[in-house]
């Protein structure tokens, strides 16, 4: 008898730092006087209407904020429907951070309970000089601020991290000899927020990961830096920090930076028309930077989305990366993934070469897709299900 290969072994999937789940947001977190509030404001400019979110009070410091699409306005278009709901981003406004926050300065126990509850962090950074703003710490240092930050996170992680410790210590000896491996794990978190690095830029295994995830340590969320250059700095792409910043976000873990201007952003958002806009734009040769933040917030936060269109609603779902088809369809209602048969699947960049949903058919390009199929940014679906009445208990 032929001898059967044996069966390959199925790769461990990666998992990621963070809470599961779509119902997740991005904090806007800084010192004082940065333009925090003012950037959240121009945001709540591109809110979503609250009428589509029926059943949710909105804290007034959380925004659900549109994210731009040309995919989603293009279907809008086609389908002319009666409701058009674009994907969101949840954003929320934390107060200003001073220094010595980890230890209830300031505001500072509610800053980190609120930098607790959000998923990923914008982290504001004053680079511009205005005497009429007053600077919390008498003169503007960006990387000194950038520094007091990170510091006040990595103190108050620490904080946590020992707590456990001394509970995770007194089990093992007293308890719990199963605990051991927890312990050592936790030991080497705390050994390594102690050396002045973010648990976010470490290289942590799945048992690692599930045990970080159980604690929802602040420096493990994903960090984008936002620089607020004045309007003219902006204009001209220079200003004497720009260099010194560079080089501590490369020595410091290198996460993403955006330069952007609140100045810049505040004239286009008042401008009366988007000819206004369009036209200031290209004479300064500067573009608004927000949608750009959006897009990278709910990268962020591991988040993509999928359409349903038609002409009753053309609406953008948003879904974990990685996610399956009943998960997606699970968005949309329970039942549809309970009782998933399959996703037809249309591809935004074949819908627009052909023009119409009847055109993809006929190009053999409307797939129907099974429970294994891992939804793609951007796929218009519509799901075949069925529900049978629930089984007795």
Known sequence: ?????????????????????TSVKCGIVGLPNVGKSSFFN?????????????????????????????????????YKPGSAVPAHLNVMDIAGLVKGANEGAGLGNAFLANVKAVDAIYHMVRVFDDEEVVHVE?????????????????????????????????????VDKTKK????????????????????????????IEILNDMLLLTAKPTIYILNLSEK???RKKNKWLL???????????????????????????????????????????????????????????LQYFFTAGHDEVKAWTVRVGSKAPQAAGRIHTDFERGFIMAETMKFDDLKAAGSESAVKAGGKYIQNGKNYIVQDGDIFHFKFNVTSSKKK
Not at 181 to 208: A, M, P, T
Not at 259 to 266: D, N, P, R
Not at 287 to 302: E, T
Request: hydrophobic share 35%; charged share 35%; proline share 6%.
């Open 1 to 21: 008898l032929p001898i059967m290969p044996p069966k390959k072994k199925e790769e461990e999937k990666k998992l990621k730092l963070g809470r599961p789940g």
């Open 42 to 78: 121009l945001l709540c400019g591109m809110s979503v209407p609250a009428e589509n979110f029926p059943f949710c009070t909105i804290d007034p410091n959380l925004s659900r904020v549109a994210v731009p699409d040309e995919r989603f306005d293009w279907l809008v278009n086609l």
């Open 138 to 174: 008498d003169t503007v240092d960006p990387v000194r601020d950038m520094d007091i930050i990170g510091t006040e996170l990595r103190l108050k992680d620490l904080e946590w991290v020992k707590e456990r410790l001394g509970v995770l210590d007194h089990q093992v000896r007293m």
């Open 181 to 208: 491996k927890e312990l050592d794990i936790v030991q080497k978190v705390y050994d390594w927020l102690e050396s002045g690095k973010d648990i976010r830029h470490g290289d942590w295994s799945n048992e690692e």
């Open 233 to 235: 700095d902006l204009i």
């Open 244 to 302: 010194k910043i560079k080089t501590w976000v490369d020595e410091h873990g290198k996460d993403p930076v955006v330069l952007t201007s609140v100045g810049f952003e505040s004239t286009l958002f008042n401008m009366g028309s988007d000819d206004e806009r369009k036209a200031y734009c290209e004479e300064s040769k500067c573009q608004s930077a927000l949608p750009k933040l959006i897009k990278m917030g709910l990268a962020a936060l591991d």
